[in-house]
């Protein structure tokens, strides 16, 4: 038994509570202590069986009561980890370096444009080129809204005129950073440092406003785009529009945990949902 579970608080036998409420509070009260720190691994429920001389069916239940608090994500074959963040909406970019490290990494993103996608992906790509990530197969797919038909968002406020201009406009920013990460991934198989690299974009007809990632098809991650009025400049002029902002969007996180909990099923439905755009509605992006 290691140190770090012998550190632990042990059960109170004159405490009527059930040891699994009893395991639940100690470890909560490690997490919210830092005595275990954001994104660090607990012991494994064998480890915190022995511990406290339960059966692991207890433990599952204590760590099912994390779960549901949202103070721990459990990953299949990994175990429990603290969520990176217990008080606010994760951030993406260590979760995106995480998933390199697999074998297979898997990619899935929807949303207006992947311009934050585009900036997790930099060091993890980076690293492979380095020869410090060696994953054997890497699959991006992106899916945006089709500018080529008026939308909601992104619109002009004042009128049609400028409409068409508004969304060349979205196409240019979106098309920036997909094209870039297309083609920074297949570059790695084409170096033979990626056994197998694609990466795809494919265009729908329907307004973005909310993005959603999966990754590694274990976790999803969701967050709302609030439509906002600013201007931006078109030909030396500025427009008026309605937008959406989306750069620095609180993210929620689901994992998919050894049982059919709640985030194990929104990661499931996330992945559902991709697959019925992706495979219906969605078309290859056109130059």
């Not at 899935?108 to 410090?132: C, V």
């Not at 609180?250 to 755009?277: I, K, N």
């Amino acid at each position: 038994m290691n140190g770090v579970v012998e550190s632990l608080d042990g059960l109170d036998p004159d405490d009527p509570r059930p040891a699994s409420q009893q395991i639940a509070n100690v470890l909560r009260a490690a997490i919210l202590t830092r005595r275990f720190q954001p994104g660090e691994r607990l012991p494994s429920q064998n480890e915190l069986a022995e511990r406290y001389g339960v059966a692991r069916e207890t433990v599952k239940v204590a760590l099912r009561v994390l779960r549901e608090e949202r103070l721990i994500v459990s990953r299949q074959g990994s175990g429990a980890f603290v969520r990176a963040q217990t008080e606010r909406p994760v951030g993406l970019r260590p979760h995106i370096e995480a998933a390199f490290e697999r074998q297979h990494v898997s990619i899935d993103f929807a949303g207006f444009s992947s311009e934050t996608l585009h900036g997790a992906l930099t060091e993890p790509l980076d690293k492979i080129r380095a020869g410090r990530l060696t994953p054997e197969s890497i699959a991006v797919r992106i899916l945006v809204p089709d500018q080529s038909q008026p939308a909601a968002v992104p619109s002009a406020i004042d009128g049609p005129e400028a409409d068409k201009a508004v969304r060349d406009r979205a196409t240019r920013i979106s098309r920036r950073h997909s094209e870039a990460i297309v083609d920074a991934v297949r570059e790695l198989g084409e170096l033979g440092l990626v056994r197998s690299a694609t990466a795809e974009v494919r265009a729908h007809g329907t307004a973005a406003l909310f993005k959603v990632y999966v990754l590694n098809n274990a976790e999803a991650f969701f967050g709302f785009y609030p439509v906002v009025r600013h201007n931006v400049t078109i030909d030396h002029e500025s427009v008026p529009i309605f937008d959406v902002m989306g750069k620095d969007v609180p993210l929620f996180q689901f994992a998919v945990g050894d049982e059919e909990d709640l985030a194990t099923q929104y990661v499931q439905q996330a992945r559902a949902w991709f697959d019925s755009v992706w495979t219906t509605i969605a078309r290859e992006q056109q130059s």
